[in-house]
């Protein structure tokens, strides 16, 4: 199974980026894809995640400025990122669980991509 994350980059703050995450090996249509960040120091925390069937929790920090949405058809994951501030740049990390139900916890999921380095200059 590979999660491959892509379109982070530098963008000043208030701009916008979209991180994309094209998942092989196994379907995850039934389960909980998500985007997490981390920073060096930091714990890696949760984004956004995102049931099959829409249902989603997110970061407060990040309230009213990301969205997450899924391609079923492609096995795919995104994450449209708005009003970009300096504090939100870290690595961001797609990631798949094996279950159906919304965690924050980064060890409730099994599979994670690369990551891809988001830099927000203010």
């Known amino acids: 199974v590979q999660l491959q994350a892509s379109g982070g980059g530098l963008v000043q703050a208030g701009g916008s980026l979209r991180l994309s995450c094209a998942a092989s090996?196994?379907?995850?249509?039934?389960?909980?894809m998500a985007w997490f960040r981390q920073v060096p120091g930091k714990d890696r925390e949760l984004v956004e995640a995102?049931?099959?069937?829409?249902?989603?929790i997110y970061g407060e920090s990040v309230k009213g400025r990301f969205t997450i949405s899924r391609d079923h058809a492609k096995n795919a994951v995104y994450l449209q990122m708005d009003s970009l501030k300096p504090e939100d740049t870290a690595i961001y990390y797609c990631?798949?669980?094996?279950?159906?139900?919304?965690?924050?916890?980064?060890?409730?999921?099994?599979?994670w991509g690369q990551g891809t380095q988001v830099t927000v200059s203010s």
């Open positions: 995102r049931t099959w069937t829409g249902t989603t």
């Open positions: 090996g196994r379907t995850f249509k039934d389960n909980v």
């Open positions: 990631a798949g669980s094996n279950v159906f139900r919304l965690y924050t916890d980064n060890m409730e999921y099994a599979y």
